[in-house]
């Protein structure tokens, strides 16, 4: 039997993730920062570790839809969601109302309190802003519906406020970071640029 040979183009959905891992933001998990994740949690557009992998399988899916890049298969539409989140978008809305001195768990942390991180992130949603005007199922994506190509782009297009003008993940200059280090969409120069 003939072995199908991988398409490496500009259309293959494995090439196009390999590249967005490549970028610095996604180069480490978004919830700990381990090396080379090689996991996804597709509702969040997020790239992570096997072990955060394994917390957000236990979360469920009605929060987070997790996949492994190079194992599983992934739709046109997983892919556009990752190249227009992403580990810093995520992180500007996730942790922006991250606490002063609050100290996020790295990859040496255990495995509760990494979890506790998780689920306060994403399940009880301490962190993201209380004022958004994204609702909860615009935040967690397309959560256990089954959307067409339209619905599909318009939960992509909810992200906007988050994605800015730039979706490529290259962030313009202009904006300020915050102490996390990755771009804050909701700064005063984030919104006149974005207009």
């Not at 339209?150 to 102490?179: L, M, V």
Request: charged letters at 20%; hydrophobic letters at 30%; proline letters at 5%.
């Amino acid at each position: 039997m003939e072995k199908k040979k991988k398409s490496h183009t500009a259309d293959d959905p494995e090439a196009k993730l390999r590249e967005l891992l490549k970028q610095e933001s996604n180069s480490r998990c978004a919830d700990c920062g381990a090396a080379k994740p090689r996991y996804a949690s597709t509702t969040l557009g997020i790239f992570i570790c096997n072990r955060c992998y394994g917390i957000h399988r236990s979360i469920g899916t009605h929060i987070t839809r997790t996949k492994c890049v190079g194992l599983d298969n992934w739709s046109a539409h997983d892919v556009q969601r990752m190249q227009s989140i992403g580990n810093a978008v995520a992180a500007a809305f996730w942790q922006k109302n991250l606490p002063n001195g609050y100290s996020i768990p790295t990859a040496e942390a255990s495995d509760s309190v990494v979890e506790k991180w998780i689920r306060d992130k994403y399940e009880r949603k301490l962190f993201c802003p209380v004022d958004s005007t994204i609702n909860q199922q615009q935040c967690l994506g397309y959560l256990g519906a089954s959307h067409s190509s339209k619905e599909a782009n318009s939960q992509i297009d909810d992200w906007s406020p988050f994605i800015g003008a730039n979706s490529t993940g290259n962030w313009p200059a202009s904006n300020p970071s915050s102490s996390m280090g990755v771009w804050d969409p909701f700064s005063s120069d984030a919104t006149q640029s974005n207009r």
